[in-house]
């Protein structure tokens, strides 16, 4: 089964964080990960934030961005989404940003796994909560 995953679960790949191990375990899985390309920026936004509070080094944030980019990702550009993420944008009153990773996963026909508590909560009820999965309710592949 292809997964999409944003940001909130690919830090935790890398970081100690809560859920960090239900992360991993999609690493070890049988799942095939995609992400749009925002990914990685995102990512280097939170590790831009923990050097700037001296959580960690540059070079410690640097061996992140590498290691992030060895993972085995269907990595998708994001402009051909833009039409379907603004359109849930504006359906849900969510970012652009978070749109584009749940609109990855409504073109793919695939779930969207986040570890991102707002976003969950206010999308899991509405009319793409089929597509959304909670971080810990990843069926094991």
């Known amino acids: 089964m292809t997964v999409v995953v944003d940001a909130s679960v690919a830090i935790k790949w890398f970081l100690p964080e809560r859920h960090d191990d239900a992360a991993l375990r999609l690493l070890r899985a049988e799942h095939r990960l995609a992400a749009p390309d925002l990914l990685f920026p995102e990512v280097g936004n ?3 934030k923990r050097v700037r509070r001296r959580e960690a080094t540059v070079q410690e944030a640097g061996a992140v961005l590498d290691a992030l980019r060895a993972v085995p990702l269907e990595v998708q550009a994001s402009q051909p989404m833009m039409p379907v993420a603004l359109e849930i944008a504006c359906a849900t009153g969510r970012t652009v940003y978070d749109s584009v990773y749940l609109a990855l ?3 793919r026909e695939c779930p969207m796994v986040t570890a991102d508590r707002r976003l969950h909560q206010a999308l899991e009820a509405g009319r ?6 909670w971080i810990t309710e990843v069926p094991h592949a």
């Open 46 to 48: 939170v590790l831009w």
């Open 105 to 107: 996963a409504v073109l």
């Open 128 to 133: 793409f909560g089929r597509h959304l999965l």
